[in-house]
């Protein structure tokens, strides 16, 4: 007789026991919700272009309609974008019941992206649930001009660039030569006439790391300079750099012109330095009948800084205020006839003639 007939027969045997009960789920249900939004604020229609070789921001965003706890495994698909635009293909989710979380995606097109609409599918599954498939939708512009510099080493360098565009109301120019040793130094220009959503129509991109003088009269000399004309549809601001350093232990600065998009009418400048040496910023706006404004700033020794500024030139069409108390202020600031000082007929008729040349200008 074997052991197990031994143990049924004494009454001692105890079968083995699974460690979990199986579910009652007999297959997945419909009870999750995809949803596919663009993260940041404005109209979906504003936000949803990006440039090459820039990222877009998505929130992916699940709803547990079910009655329990539930981890759900959420999936990237798409027919037109290659998969490594995206930051993440497959990702977990722990969903309360009746509640919603959310998951951050980043698509970034690559420099070789071409211009034109891409879309790709979310959807979300877990043991005993399965979702909607969510799409979510973007559209790529391409650089009109792209203008990338970096270098590292000893020696002696020059660099000079001239960009003009009359269709973004900029002029950007660059002179800057040293003699002695940089980690690296790069100096990125981008371009994008129409730009859409919040990508600006220029945008240049500059770093220094470690700049050092060897011999006597080795330096870094520099002379940038943006202009946005307020003629052309830009912001009428103008921003220039003169700097004669011996020594930088870093730069990392950036201008972005905004003339059309969600962003139009904007200009900022930002830049943090620690360097030993010349080094001024002369910033100005000027526009014709609003606004006149100059900063200027000059350093000579040894400083680390930290520079924004930041330059608008919004429309003015919109109205200065609604309601019945602004109707009453806006009637009485309508133009009222003239009024009528004299009783003979000539003089009459100049005066009803003015006052009908002013009802015709309204």
Known sequence: MGLSEAGILSGQYEPDLPGYLPSPCYGPSDCLSVYVSLAGSGSSKEKGYLTQGKSLEFLISVKNKGSQEVTATLG???????????????????????????????????TNAAAGLYDFTVDATSRCCKSNSERGEFRVQALDYASETAISGSGQFRLNKNVRSMNSGVKSTKDIRFSGSVDALVKNEYLVDGSKGKNPNFEAQDAVDNYNAIYPGDSLIGTESFKSSAV?????????????????????????????????????FKTA??????????????????????????????????????????????????????????????PRPLPMPCFSGSCKKFTESLNAFSESAR
């Open 273 to 334: 330095d620690n360097f030993t040496g010349f080094y001024m910023i002369d910033a100005k706006q000027a526009i014709p009948g609003q606004r006149n404004m100059a900063e200027r700033e000059e350093y000579l020794g040894s400083f680390e800084i930290s520079r924004r500024i930041v330059f608008r030139n919004e429309d003015k069409s919109e109205p200065r205020c609604t309601g019945v108390v602004c109707d009453e202020i806006q009637k009485k600031d309508e």
């Open 76 to 110: 990237i698909s798409s027919h037109k974008c290659p998969l490594e635009w995206f930051s993440w293909l497959e990702e977990s989710l722990v969903i309360p019941a009746g509640g919603t979380r959310s998951k951050s995606l980043l698509v970034s097109a690559d």
């Open 232 to 268: 052309f549809g830009g912001v009428g601001a103008k921003l220039q750099e003169s700097y004669d350093l011996m020594q930088m232990e870093f730069e990392s600065q950036s201008f972005n012109l905004h003339q059309t998009g969600s962003l139009k009418k904007s200009a900022e």
